[in-house]
């Protein structure tokens, strides 16, 4: 399986989307809230964008036309810019070097105190 970017035009759409994506046991990995969705797509994903409603998109992550992120709302720009991101080799070889609970973040929370109950 590979994952895919898939793009519907309305909240509808995405209600009906997600339903087909549910009932053919595609997994959604990321999800913008809106009108983007990363799956893990099938290896038929021909058969998978027969049964998309019309105008629905699927695309390759790396490979999301420019046009896409000047359509969309701000927070669907962010999703995307992130998306990009996740894809570069430094991203990646940052990700795979990283060692659970070493990043400032986890210390933080890992000595944080625990509460009390009253």
Do not use: W
């Not at 509808?12 to 989307?17: I, P």
């Not at 990995?29 to 629905?56: F, K, N, Q, T, Y």
């Not at 000047?70 to 990009?84: C, G």
């Amino acid at each position: 399986m590979t994952q895919n970017v898939l793009c519907v035009e309305s909240l509808s759409d995405r209600r009906a989307t997600r339903t087909l994506l549910k009932r053919l046991g595609v997994k959604i990995v990321h999800d913008s809230g809106a009108r983007l969705m990363v799956i893990d797509a099938p290896d038929d994903a021909a058969r998978l964008r027969e049964r998309l409603p019309a105008g629905a998109q699927l695309l390759p992550v790396d490979k999301i036309p420019a046009a896409l992120i000047r359509e969309s709302d701000p927070h669907e720009a962010l999703f995307v810019r992130a998306l990009k991101l996740r894809q570069t080799r430094a991203y990646q070889e940052a990700k795979a070097a990283q060692v659970p609970g070493e990043s400032p973040e986890e210390q933080h929370i890992f000595s944080a105190p625990c509460m009390e109950e009253d």
